[in-house]
């Protein structure tokens, strides 16, 4: 069918037909989640694109392996990482909130029994 041999294919059309599936599969998903936690399934993903497509063309790809990391412009990679940073500092305020909530009720139970101890108290010293 290409006429071709394998490093023309594979310099021109698998080249292609890969960049293509990185281009599919990275319009569904944010740059966060290629760059940061699901590059797995991202390279997952373009794998599946890419073996079907080049079975559909009689050519087997075994594994499409992504080499070294993707370089992003730095206000990008400034950008996540002051998200990054913003949800630690959320996830640090509610922890703050869930301690303070908790030792108010802590407050609140100690102060119900020290009543209750006094009312106690008061009782049976009404009834001497």
Not at 27 to 37: G, P, W
Request: aromatic share 4%; charged share 25%.
């Amino acid at each position: 069918k290409y006429r071709l041999g394998i490093e023309e294919i594979t310099n021109t059309f698998l080249h292609n037909m890969v960049r293509d599936a990185m281009n599919e599969v990275a319009s569904t998903m944010t740059v966060e989640q290629i760059y940061v936690n699901q590059k797995e399934i991202f390279i997952k993903k373009v794998n599946e694109i890419v073996r079907a497509e080049a079975a559909a063309n009689g050519i087997e790809v075994e594994k499409i392996y992504l080499v070294g990391s993707f370089e992003l412009p730095q206000t990008v990679v400034n950008s996540i990482n002051s998200k990054i940073q913003a949800s630690q500092n959320a996830m640090k305020v509610e922890n703050e909130v869930a301690t303070a909530r908790a030792e108010a009720q802590k407050t609140v139970v100690e102060a119900e029994a020290h009543g209750k101890q006094v009312l106690i108290n008061a009782e049976s010293q009404a009834k001497v």
